[in-house]
């Protein structure tokens, strides 16, 4: 498939409020895309017109109940047929954010063992207790380490291994799972190579849950996860916030300000699997 036949559907409701960066992001990546309401994506039902679903960041319905969990349930009440044939075909969704919370609600994250379009861990209030806003940690930046080996189609052009620069923007990004199945899960995620972002230190190291440099508190420094299938990826920190070299926070400071930043990578790698997958 040619770039310009690929259909991004970035899907948006009351409360979100990064769709249109994540639209810009794409349309450089010289695709198509939609920025689309919920209720006219009902309207039409035309899900599977698109090759790429993305649900952005923002506060859905206000984060009423808790973070995600409205749209949730809408989403899947209308769409969970649609759904599984998407990812039956092997059609990528990314939740970035809220999305990403949205994502754990319908249980299309993290996927063990198998799909079941109910919760099986949960993305709740920062061990802060505060928003948590910021690019910068201890040492001019919030970095996070591409833990995956492959699996994921959202990070193909990112080195296992690799550090990577984004800002965060959440007051719910703390993930967790039921206190007496948290190693369980871990090994699991780790197992299928499902694991793919955790916070860490300039260094590279993992913080141990210690904050600033995990600033949500999240099991394992744990910040971005993908399903079984490697198709569905979820993350809180916010690529397309990192997409421009002059979206970083220390550009004016640079000799020579980077094109690009970080955040391309995810897309780039998304639009190359479509490219060739279909």
Not at 38 to 55: F, T
Not at 134 to 143: A, H
Not at 197 to 218: C, I, L, M, T, W
Request: glycine share 8%.
């Amino acid at each position: 498939m040619k770039k310009q036949s690929i259909n991004a559907c970035i899907l948006r409701t009351a409360g979100t409020n990064c769709d249109l960066e994540t639209e810009n992001a794409l349309l450089d990546l010289g695709i198509q895309v939609s920025r689309i309401h919920i209720k006219e994506l009902i309207k039409k039902n035309n899900l599977l017109d698109y090759n790429l679903l993305v649900l952005p960041g923002g506060f859905s319905y206000s984060d009423y109940v808790r973070a995600g969990a409205i749209w949730a349930k809408e989403i899947i009440s209308h769409f969970k047929k649609d759904i599984n044939l998407f990812l039956d075909e092997g059609r990528p969704i990314i939740g970035i954010c809220n999305g990403f919370q949205v994502l754990v609600e319908t249980g299309l994250l993290p996927d063990i063992p198998n799909l079941s379009f109910s919760p099986q861990a949960t993305v709740t209030t920062n061990a802060s207790s505060r928003f948590e806003c910021r690019w910068v940690s201890n040492d001019d930046f919030l970095y996070i380490k591409n833990v995956n080996k492959g699996k994921c189609v959202f990070t193909k052009k990112i080195n296992s291994g690799s550090l990577l620069k984004m800002p965060i923007a959440h007051g719910e990004g703390r993930i967790s799972f039921l206190k007496d199945k948290e190693q369980k899960y871990i090994t699991k995620l780790e197992e299928n190579d499902q694991l793919v972002f955790r916070f860490v230190d300039k260094n590279g190291d993992f913080p141990n849950q210690k904050y600033p440099v995990n600033p949500n508190g999240s099991i394992y420094d744990i910040t971005g996860i993908c399903n079984d299938d490697g198709t569905v990826f979820g993350l809180m920190p916010h690529p397309e916030r990192a997409y421009y070299g002059w979206q970083l926070p220390d550009w004016t400071r640079m000799e020579n300000v980077p094109i690009y930043g970080d955040g391309k990578l995810l897309f780039d790698s998304v639009v190359d699997y479509i490219s060739k997958k279909f």
